[in-house]
Structure formats: C-alpha cells, structure tokens
C-alpha cells in the first residue's frame, strides 16, 4: 500500500525550517508497513493545498498531511481541502468540547478564531491532541485514507501516535540493516553492488551514503533494505545482502 | 519568477535522512529572488523522476534538482531526466577531464561507472563540484532553466553556489523581519494579524511560530516578509507591519 505524505507551509519552501516533520512521518509510515510514494511541499495557497491532495490522493492508498493547522488566517489546510473535494465544513462536536475544554483550563476566551479549530469536514473524525490545541483529522474519501496534522512536530508527533488505528498497517513488512565500512569509495564498491542488486531481482535495495574522509580514510554507510509481503524472506535477503558485502569489503581490503 | 525544487531520494522518504537540501536550496533562490513554489520528493525511480521535472517545468521558470547524481547505479536522476524528454547522454569533455583529473590525483583506477558521472544530456554544461566528483548539470529546455545537484550537501551547496551566474537573479526583491514576542499565544494574536494582513492587501505575508511556554509564559516569533519589484516599498511594508505588530503588542501586554 502506498502513501504519499503532504508538507503545506511557505517557511519550508523559504528554507526557514527544515522539513522535519517529513522524515518522522516517513518513518512512521515504513515501519507500519507502507511504501512512501512522494513527499509534496506546498505553499499556504488553497489551489496549491487542492492540488497536493488531488495529486496525492490519485497515486496513494494513504495521506498523510502536516502544517496549515490552527487558529490563524494563515492556516488554511482544512478549509482548502474541504473546498477542493466540495465537502462541507460542520462543527464537530468532539473537537468543540476538546477546544473549550483547553481554552477554559488556559483561562483564554474562546473566540471565533480558536472554533475555527472545531469546524471540521464532514464524515471526519477528531484526532485528540495531547500537546497543544488543534485537533487532527481523520476520513476516508475516494476508498482511501487521509490524516491531517498540525505543522508544530510535538503535536504533529503526539496526534500521529494517537492516529495508528484509524491508520492501519499496511500490506507490506520492512526490514532494513545498516553496514558501516571504513577503507573503501562508493565508486571503489559500486560494481559490485550493481552485479548484487541484479542477483537479488529488485528483492533488496542497496543505497550507500559516502560520509566523508577520515584520517585519508574513506568511510562509508550501505543501506540494505528489503519490502514485501513475506517477514522471513524480506529479513532473510537483507541478511544475505549484508553478508556478500561484508565479504566482498574483506576481500578489498585484504582482511 | 516561480521555481520548483526536486528533491531525489528514497532515504527522504524512508525518513533515514532530512530533507536539508530543501532548506539550503530554498533559502538561496529566495534570496536570489524566486518565488519558491513546491518542492517534489520522489523515490529513486525513473518514471517519478521524470513525472517530477514534467511537472515542475509545467508551473515554473527554474527547476533546481538534488539527489541522485553519481557512480552509482541507483544514481538514475540525469539518465531518468534525458529520457523522458528524449534528450541524448552525449560524453561531456569538461566533465571527463575534470572526472579523469580527480581520480588520476587519487590513484584510482577511471572505471565505466566512474565515467557514467560524465554522461551528460546533449546541450548541457557541466558545472564545476569543488568538493566531489560529479559535476553538476546546467541546461535550458522549453524556455526555462535546470540545475541537478547531487545529494551530498557539501557538494550540493558547493556547486550551487557555482551555478549562480548561469541560474541569474529572478525578478523579485525579498525582505523579511522576526519579531520575538513574549507574554501572548499566537491565538491571542491572529485577530490582530488576520486584519493587518487585510490592511496590507496582500503584500506582506505574516505567519507566526509558536516556540513554546518558557516559566509558564508563551513565547513567539512572528516572521514578517514581503516580496516585490520594488525594493523601497518591500522594506518599508515589512518594517511598518512590524511597527504595527509591535505596538499591539505592547499595548495587550500592558507596556
């Protein structure tokens, strides 16, 4: 099952904050079992946000969305994406006493702005959020499933842990083990991981990250990584992997 | 003038690795004045490569692309790019004598998967990588400008920086200003910010970062920005929104 994971916010395309939040949700989405498609950053543009969604929603099984959450003019990604798909925004009871319930603890009045939290698509569900004041938002459309998060990476964090079991596993097992060489280039490895690759049909993929020289000695990361359907096989190809480079390094490096 | 960041890479999407290139890149286009619009994260995968530079092409002037570019056989990004617009890899003599000069100075052997780094689409310019082996290509297709930039953010940012006369200035002046503020809750605020960004019709863009409680006080950085044509009027609207936010400020907190 695939997902595609949605960034909606302008200080990412202006490199002011880094998109963190991607790689905790990619993680996430691995890990329960789903293969993550595309990432797509938009800006805070209600056709940019219908465009993300569309878009994603036409490759995916699965979207997962962050930032444009909360109670400022500028957080636009409910109300964009309830505009694109034409459905209705209704006050959502669960989210409304869960916002005067944070409101009134704060002592804050509760005014238009901060409801606007509580004004949800219709058919969707509330996502509580233990750490700050917007909710996230679950439904399902098209057959498919989609999560709203807010952009703060505590709440985003918070509310996706809450959202497993609306989530779901996906259909796939992932397994992955790391190598670390010391004493060989990318470039001094990269035939031979070409010919492994081929050996494993697309079964295990090979990603080396170079991670500089130390002391005039080249260092290096292998990824291995496998997906599938089956846990035994998918653990077994990566353990495999790993053993033909570990030998083939030996060999290199004259061990 | 718009400009679409690619961003190639499983790692990115697996969340092994932060989007940090975005950041980098975003942040110098801006300064160089485009207006970054997306940023597309695709897998290492020849068809989503090529559906990312169509699409980025489709709504921007300049496509700056990371990711992908290297020895190795996952590195597809330049072959996936020539064929999905039918553009031949030609062997680039600047890319091979510089290839054939950084292995010669490190004793390694010129192998064809060193060599695949010099394999350029036809009509491009390799441009100069300081830091590592492979070049950078430059080109221009349907009117519009193409960097590709590898992964390795040493080099990315290096020939990025390289690559700057042949990006050019876009035509856009960018100005922006933080406020910190302490004592009042971006909800508090958005009232305020929702009708000064009405006032400004448009022309300064504000968004507000909630940073957290610190001794039970909350505290904000409020981002003013403003781009445009004109120099003076970008600066004088951001510092006279600033003003204005300042003084409501002070005013609520009882200074």
């Known amino acids: 099952m695939k997902a595609v994971i949605i960034t909606v916010g302008n200080e990412i395309l202006k ?20 293969d993550v498609l595309r990432n797509l950053v938009v800006k805070d543009d209600p056709d940019e946000i219908g465009w993300a969604f569309e878009t994603a929603l036409s490759v995916s099984d699965l979207v997962v969305s962050s930032g444009g959450l909360g109670p400022t003019f500028d ?32 002592n804050l009045q509760v005014t238009p702005e901060r409801l606007k939290m509580a004004m949800l698509p219709a058919g969707s569900i509330a996502v509580k959020n233990n750490v700050g004041s917007a909710p996230g938002v679950f439904m399902e459309l098209r057959g498919k499933k989609i999560l709203i998060l807010p952009g703060v990476p505590a709440e985003m964090k918070d509310i996706l842990a809450n959202a497993s079991s609306l989530i779901g596993k996906g259909d796939l097992f992932y397994y992955e083990e790391t190598l670390h060489l010391e004493g060989v280039m990318e470039s001094s490895l990269a035939p031979f991981v070409s010919e492994l690759m081929k050996k494993y049909s697309g079964k295990v993929y090979i990603k080396s990250h170079p991670l500089g020289m130390e002391n005039n000695n080249p ?6 990584s496998s997906t599938g359907i089956n846990k035994k096989e998918v653990e077994d190809a990566v353990k495999n992997a790993i053993g033909e480079i570990r030998d083939h390094w030996k060999e290199r490096i004259g061990k």
Chains 1, 2 share one sequence.
């Not at 490199?15 to 789903?34: E, P, Q, W």
């Not at 260092?219 to 291995?224: F, I, P, S």
């Open 15 to 34: 490199g002011r904050t880094v998109n963190t939040n991607t790689a905790h949700i990619g993680s996430f989405l691995t890990h329960m079992g789903y």
């Open 75 to 106: 957080d636009m990604t409910v109300p964009s994406f309830a505009k694109h798909f034409n459905i209705d925004l209704v006050a959502n009871q669960e989210a409304l006493s869960f916002l005067r319930h944070k409101y009134q603890e704060q």
């Open 219 to 224: 260092r290096l990361d292998v990824e291995v």
